[in-house]
Every structure is written in structure tokens, then in C-alpha cells.
């Protein structure tokens, strides 16, 4: 595997020896290219007070996988636990995507059915327990050189774009397919492993490209691999890559450096064979450089739907089964053998896929017809000729009955199974040996699984070895999002009601354009970057931004300014402004003296402020008190403007100088109204 490193602004590539899955996991023991979590083991460990630790079953860069036992149901499961690191930078996120993924319930994705955190020796870890399948990954089957024929393909192809198709459209992404994380059960089915919380480790690891992995480039995007902003389209190119693998053995654009791979890819067309039948198209369409070109997981599943028909019946598919380590006991050994669906028997229905399943055809030998003994006889008497014909009728006639009897089909009567789950539905007609095929629809009433409807209907008869169909709910249908931008919040909620969405949190916003009580934006927080046409699952809460109108605002300090300038800051806010009387003031003249409301109140926008403007200060004249005897003193003051301050001296005489702030200040001089004038008397 290359490893990238930065000095001084150079990309260096050292390479180590490339290892299969297979043999990283064989290596533990050993030095291991990924990072030991658990340097001491944890074998025999209890996570969060139920889940065992039995044995360890694979590691990489941010956690380890181990084979436990719930304690609550005594099942095998597999839990993974991230690293100390992981945990710390992005134990949030992957929570976050566990819980949507916790909810999610389809055939072909795999279930996870707990998650939370644990202290573990101290230290907060983060963990995710899923159910464990037996029958390996597609990852091991080409360790192992099993190689998919291009039938075979088409069937895996199609269940993991139903798997992406359903969880693209509740916004769960992947954007770390690999052939790992696509998974069988002992019923050959595929599951798709870690949607959604594989796509917080892999953002993190494109964050920057020079330092992504080389396993991690084999299966990503020219879009990846550019540094730009990737989407679910990313999970479809991936796919690509991932079958034409299967099929050939051979990654196209794999170099021997992360940077050979990365840039080979870019701006290049996806290479498809001729080899590949019908698959060709399909890959050509879902490998487009350009993700705009590029098919959607449903327009890639339809492709395939419609690519069956044109390749040939597939065998069955060989999966890496722990079954297959173990001596089979001669009671399990049955006459059963496995035969896939024919491909012309799958449906192209654009709201959904056709499961392509695989079903036990059982093979009997049928009972031998009576043999019928031509017995040569010597001339007898007639009566004895009569008697050997009459029996050799009579066996005839026996024998054939026998042999119409086993060659007759036991026909058995359709038992109800709408709104049994799928597994259920499938347990009650086994005995029946009916070859189940699977097709998806939507429904409004039925839980995702339940068997909608069969065909034929409930209560026809159905003979040994014909197919049955099961209609399998898929939940209620995705719906589309309205547009609510200029629409006040009861129409919007009426639109809303109507499309069987909610709202969710309503934000007050102010805005200049968009009136009171009128929607200025709207958006799924889950999922924010989806637009008005895009579809969502019914219940989606849609959060509301609700204008308030235009925000208030903050009158200026106008004091001093001249009336033009006052205008100008108020108009520039939106704001008018009012002129009152001129005022005497110590603001220079022509400056604003008063202003209402004052500085830092908020108005609303095109309110008025009213100024005053200031016609200077009022002077008056010091009045003459040194003829006035002390009673007339204050008076005379008052009626000048001024105001009398300290009186010191002997006031029976004449005041003999008079002072402000301490300064003296003569007849006739000049100050302004309401100035504080001390006066001083001769003695003591």
C-alpha cells in the first residue's frame, strides 16, 4: 500500500508490499500496517454491561472489529469500536449517522442494531454492534480468485443499488464502497455495510488529498480525486469500479502510486468490454467522469433490470461460507440444488427494483411406471389366451394410473400472507417448494417488509415448482418537497400537511425584502442541501425561517453635526428625520443641539428623528451691583440671567467685585444665561 508524505511542499510515495484482506486480517499477530487500538486484548470483555468480547475479527485505521455475544439474546454479533482518536475527533458524527442508520430497515442493507459509548480502561470509546452474516464479502471471493461472470454481477450489482437507492433518498451516503463492505448471508443475499458512518471517516480522509490511502483511491471518484465536493453519486462510480473487479479481476485506473491512481481517472472514460454483454452500457453510464452525467443508483438498477434479459441465466453465486469449512453431517445432505431467477423474469418498474434472489429448485426422481411383462406362451386354449390379455390389460391399466399419479404436480391452496413479514411469509410456504420472487413496492399502510399481496391471489391453487410472488412493502412512498419560499406559514403548513410532511423548528429572521410572516427559506436539517422537487420519506420535519421584517435600527449620536449631515447618517439607515425649533445651545451654531429619540435607541425602518438646531449660546450682560445694597443684589441678578452664587464680606456695605469660577468678571462683560456669579463685600 503507498503512503503519501509532505515535506518542504514535495509529495513523496513509499510503497509497501500490497496484502489481501484475507491476509491483513491473518497478520495481526504480526506487524500490521494498520494502528493496534488494543495493545492489551480485550477478549472477555463486557462493552456497556451486554456485549461479550469473543474473538477479534478485523482491524483498521480508526477501530476494530470483534465477534461478540449479546447478553440479552445470547446471539453472535459483530461489534466495531472505534479508537481513543476517532472517538474524540468524530464520536458525534458517527453517533449522529448511527442513530438514522438504527432506523433504517431494508433487505439488502445491513442492520445495526445497537450503538452508544463505553469507558473502557478509562478511556471513552465509541461503538456500533450490527448482525453478523456468514457468508463473507465480495472482498474475499477475489482474494480467493472467484471471479463473477458477468450474470452473476448484474444480480450483486443490482441488490447493492437497491441498497444505495434507499438510503440515498433519506440522505445517507456511503462514499467508502469497497468490495469489504459488501457482504452475503448464508441465503447468498448481499447486504451493504456501514452506510452512513463510513461516509464521516471517509470526509475526514479527503479533507486532504495527499494523504489518502492507496486502498482507499481504488475505489474513488475523478471528483474525489480532484479535491472537490463529492455527493451519492460518488457511491455509483464506485460500484463501477467495484463489478468491473469482480467480473475481471483488475481495478481500471489502478497505478502503482495513490498519485498514478488518482489522477489516472480524471477526466477519462470508464473502460467497458465487450466481455461484459450487457453490463457494458450500464457501467459506461454509472462511470461517467462528470457527476452530472453520471447515473443515479435507481437509473443504474433500472439499467441492470433492463441488461438481464440480454446475458445469460447466472449460476449460483459461490460465497466464502464459514458452512463451507465444516464436514456436513449425512442427515443435512438433502437432493436440494440452487437455480437463480431468470432474468426475463424481473421487473423494470421505475419506483422500485426486483430482488434477484436466489431459490431452491428440489429434484426428485419420479416413481417408475409399472413394467408391463409380455409373457410368450405356447399354443394354449382360447379361455387361457383371454386370461393372460385380460391381465396384461389390467396391468396396463394399473401401471398407467401409477405412472399418471407421479407424474401428476401436487397443486396446495395460497394461505393468506398479507402483512406477514417477507421471512415470515417465506417460512409458511417452504414446504410447498414454490420458487419466491421478490418484488418491491410502496404502501401506505403496510410496514417496510410485509407482504403486500401475493400472485396469484390468496386462495388459487399453485403447483409444486411454480413461482410465487410476493409484493413487499417498502414503506410509504418518498414525497416531494414543496417550495414554501414566499409563502406565509399557514399556506405553507397546508402544503406541507398535503405532501404528509411537518414543520419543524421556525426561526424569526428579519429581512429587508421579504414581509412580516412571510417564509424567507426553509431546509431539512438532516439533509440541507436538498431543493424544493427533491423527495423525502413522509414525516420529514422541514424547519422554517419566518421573516420579522426589516431589523431595527440603532439611531446615531447627531450632536454637532450640521442638518445636512444629520439627513445623510438617517437616510443612509433608512430613517427621516424631523426639524424642530432652533434652540439656544453651547453646540456651535448651525450644529444639531437636541436630538429625540436620543443615541442608541432602536426605531423601526423609515421612522423619524426629530433634531434641534443650535442658534449658539445665550449671552447676557454682568449687571452693575455696586451701588446695590445686599437685599437688592439676588434680584438684580435674576433679572439679568445670571444666578447668584457664594456672597462673602460684610454685606452691609457695597459689593466690590464679583467672580466666576473664581475669575473676576466686570460690568457689561458678556456670558452665558444662567451663569454662576460669586460677589465679594468690603470687611469683615
Request: with cysteine; net charge negative; charged share 20%.
Amino acid at each position: 500500500m503507498p503512503i503519501l508524505t509532505a515535506r518542504a511542499g514535495t509529495l513523496r510515495v513509499c510503497r509497501l508490499p500490497m496484502v489481501t484482506h484475507s491476509q491483513q486480517n491473518a497478520s495481526f499477530g504480526a506487524m500490521s500496517v494498520f494502528e493496534n487500538h488494543d495493545p492489551e486484548s480485550l477478549i472477555g470483555t463486557v462493552i456497556d454491561g451486554r456485549f461479550e468480547i469473543e474473538s477479534e475479527q478485523s482491524r483498521s485505521s480508526t477501530s476494530t472489529s470483534y465477534v461478540a455475544v449479546d447478553q440479552r439474546s445470547d446471539a453472535l454479533v459483530i461489534l466495531r469500536l472505534f479508537s481513543v482518536e476517532a472517538t474524540t475527533q468524530q464520536g458525534a458524527e458517527i453517533l449522529e449517522q448511527a442513530e438514522i442508520a438504527f432506523e433504517m430497515s431494508h433487505p439488502n442493507v445491513l442492520r445495526l442494531t445497537s450503538f452508544g459509548r463505553a469507558t473502557i480502561r478509562g478511556l471513552d470509546r465509541v461503538y456500533l454492534v450490527h448482525e453478523r452474516l456468514t457468508g463473507g464479502s465480495l472482498q474475499d471471493m477475489i482474494d480467493r480468485s472467484r471471479l463473477l461472470t458477468p450474470s452473476q454481477a448484474l444480480v450483486v450489482g443490482l441488490e447493492v443499488c437497491r441498497a444505495l437507492d434507499y438510503a440515498h433518498k433519506r440522505g445517507m451516503l456511503h462514499h467508502d464502497l469497497r468490495p469489504s463492505s459488501i457482504v452475503f448471508g448464508e441465503d447468498r443475499k448481499v447486504r451493504v455495510a456501514d452506510i452512513g458512518v463510513a461516509s464521516v471517516i471517509a470526509e475526514q480522509a479527503w479533507a486532504d488529498v495527499t494523504t489518502v490511502s492507496q486502498e482507499r483511491a481504488r475505489y474513488c471518484a475523478p471528483e474525489q480525486a480532484q479535491g472537490e465536493p463529492f455527493d451519492e453519486k460518488a457511491d455509483v462510480y464506485a460500484l463501477a469500479l467495484i463489478l468491473v473487479e469482480a467480473v475481471t479481476g483488475t481495478v481500471p485506473f489502478l497505478a502503482d502510486s495513490v498519485v498514478g491512481t488518482l489522477s489516472a481517472r480524471v477526466d477519462k472514460l470508464f473502460p467497458v468490454s465487450a466481455d461484459l454483454g450487457g453490463l457494458a452500457a450500464v457501467l459506461d453510464k454509472a462511470g461517467r467522469a462528470d457527476p452530472l452525467e453520471r447515473a443515479s443508483a435507481a437509473e443504474m438498477g433500472r439499467g441492470l433490470v433492463q441488461a438481464g434479459p440480454t446475458l445469460p441465466r447466472p449460476t449460483q453465486i459461490q460465497i466464502v461460507s464459514s458452512a463451507a469449512f465444516v464436514v456436513q453431517n449425512e442427515d443435512d445432505r438433502t437432493g436440494d440444488l440452487s437455480k437463480p431467477r431468470e432474468f426475463n423474469e424481473l421487473s423494470d418498474d421505475s419506483q422500485s427494483f426486483v430482488a434477484s434472489t436466489t431459490e431452491t429448485m428440489t429434484i426428485r426422481d419420479d416413481a417408475d411406471a409399472a413394467s408391463v411383462a409380455v409373457v410368450e406362451t405356447e399354443d394354449k386354449p382360447l379361455i387361457g389366451r383371454w386370461i393372460v390379455a385380460a391381465v396384461a390389460v389390467l396391468a396396463l391399466i394399473v401401471g398407467g394410473y401409477f405412472l399418471f399419479s407421479a407424474l401428476q404436480k401436487e397443486s396446495h391452496p395460497i394461505p393468506d400472507l398479507i402483512g406477514l413479514d417477507q421471512g415470515e411469509a417465506t417460512n409458511l410456504v417452504t414446504e410447498f417448494k414454490w420458487d419466491i420472487v421478490i418484488v418491491e413496492e410502496a404502501n401506505e399502510e403496510l410496514p417496510v417488509g410485509a407482504v403486500i399481496r401475493t400472485d396469484p391471489e390468496t386462495g388459487k391453487k399453485l403447483e409444486t415448482g411454480k413461482t410465487l410472488t410476493f409484493v413487499v412493502s417498502t414503506g410509504p412512498p418518498p414525497v416531494p418537497l414543496p417550495e414554501l419560499n414566499g409563502l406565509d406559514a399557514a399556506t405553507a403548513l397546508a402544503a406541507l400537511t398535503e405532501n404528509g410532511l411537518v414543520v419543524g423548528v421556525e426561526t424569526p429572521e428579519y429581512s429587508e425584502d421579504v414581509p412580516t410572516g412571510v417564509i424567507i427559506r426553509w431546509a431539512v436539517a438532516s439533509q440541507p442541501t436538498l431543493v424544493a422537487g427533491q423527495e423525502v420519506i413522509k414525516g420529514t420535519a422541514v424547519d422554517t425561517f419566518v421573516s420579522q421584517g426589516p431589523a431595527p435600527r440603532v439611531v446615531p449620536d447627531l450632536t454637532g453635526m450640521s442638518i445636512e449631515s444629520a439627513t445623510t447618517a438617517l437616510t443612509d439607515l433608512q430613517l427621516t428625520i424631523n426639524r424642530g425649533d432652533d434652540q439656544f445651545s453651547t453646540v456651535a451654531a448651525g450644529g444639531v443641539a437636541t436630538q429625540s429619540p436620543a443615541a442608541g435607541e432602536s426605531l423601526a425602518r423609515g421612522t423619524a428623528v426629530t433634531v434641534a438646531v443650535s442658534k449658539g449660546p445665550d449671552l447676557v450682560a454682568v449687571p452693575q451691583l455696586g451701588t446695590l445694597k445686599a437685599d437688592k443684589v439676588a434680584p438684580a441678578l435674576e433679572a439679568a440671567g445670571f444666578v447668584l452664587g457664594t456672597v462673602t464680606g460684610n454685606t452691609k456695605g457695597f459689593p466690590i467685585a464679583v467672580f466666576n469660577a473664581g475669575q473676576p468678571v466686570a460690568v457689561g462683560q458678556l456670558l452665558p444665561r444662567g451663569t454662576v456669579l460669586d460677589v465679594l463685600y468690603y470687611g469683615s
